[in-house]
């Protein structure tokens, strides 16, 4: 069983910038492709990027593209999320997430991490 954990997260002030930083144990992960999904306050859960085993393909939200860039390091297991440029509305729980295919629907992840809070203030 994979277990995921997120880190990086914190308060910042609008246009600022934070590294979200995934690491997976097993040793599997570079067959899986790995995504960031979101979830604010009284909203669902919604899709950030995606990355495929290889990094060579990824996925962005348009809420978050030219932003935000996702990548992955095989050998240190480990996906992070570079945010840029950030605002009010991306405060939110960060989590990451693992999917045997590249993929942006939530239903096509498996496995879960806890989250890492997001702040941002104007």
């Known amino acids: 069983q994979v277990q995921l954990v997120e880190s990086g997260g914190g308060l910042v002030q609008a246009g600022d910038s934070l590294r979200l930083s995934c690491a997976a144990s097993?040793?599997?992960?570079?067959?899986?492709?790995m995504g960031w999904f979101r979830q604010a306050p009284g909203q669902e859960r919604e899709f950030v990027a995606a990355i495929s085993w290889s990094g060579g393909t990824t996925y962005y939200a348009e809420s978050v593209k030219g932003r935000f860039t996702i990548s992955r390091d095989n050998a240190k297991k480990t996906v992070v999320l570079q945010m840029n440029t950030l605002q009010p509305e991306d405060t939110a729980v960060y989590y990451c997430a693992r999917s045997v295919n590249l993929r942006r629907e939530i239903g096509q992840y498996d496995s879960w991490g806890q989250g890492t809070q997001v702040t941002v203030s104007s």
């Open positions: 097993g040793r599997t992960f570079s067959s899986y492709a």
